[in-house]
């Protein structure tokens, strides 16, 4: 719960960082690292791997959609036109019932960024 909790914080503030930005493109890589900085901050002695957790976002304005990923789950747009869209798939490890966490040493690479 813990994990997942800081997930989301961090990925709002990255997120609100980008959009202060207002830079055209958004850099999946760079808000990527901040997720797992932001996990690894605070006053929690715990080790990382105790926050392991998926985490899937959505941005929706009226002229944009942007879906990130990391783990299992997926995303579907449904648009004006009535249109289903998968926005992104699940992921999963090397065995049944796995998934990939955000606490991962390769999640940035993992991360799932669609707009």
């Known amino acids: 719960m813990k994990g997942a ?3 989301v914080a961090a990925a ?3 997120l609100a960082v980008a ?3 207002a830079s ?3 850099d999946e890589v760079a808000i ?3 997720l797992r900085a932001a996990l690894k901050t605070g006053a929690d002695p715990s080790p990382l791997r105790d926050y392991a ?3 899937l976002l959505a941005a929706v304005t009226p002229g944009w959609t942007a879906v990130g990923q990391i ?3 997926a995303a579907v747009g449904h648009w004006p036109d009535g249109r289903l869209e998968t926005m992104s798939l699940p992921q999963r490890g090397e065995y049944a019932n796995e998934t990939i966490p955000l ?4 999640a940035i690479v993992r991360l799932q960024v669609r707009v």
């Open 5 to 7: 909790q800081r997930a």
């Open 12 to 14: 709002l503030d990255a």
């Open 19 to 21: 959009l202060a930005a």
């Open 24 to 26: 055209a493109v958004l």
């Open 32 to 34: 990527a690292g901040q």
């Open 53 to 55: 957790t998926t985490l």
């Open 71 to 73: 783990g299992d789950g």
């Open 103 to 106: 606490t991962s040493l390769d």
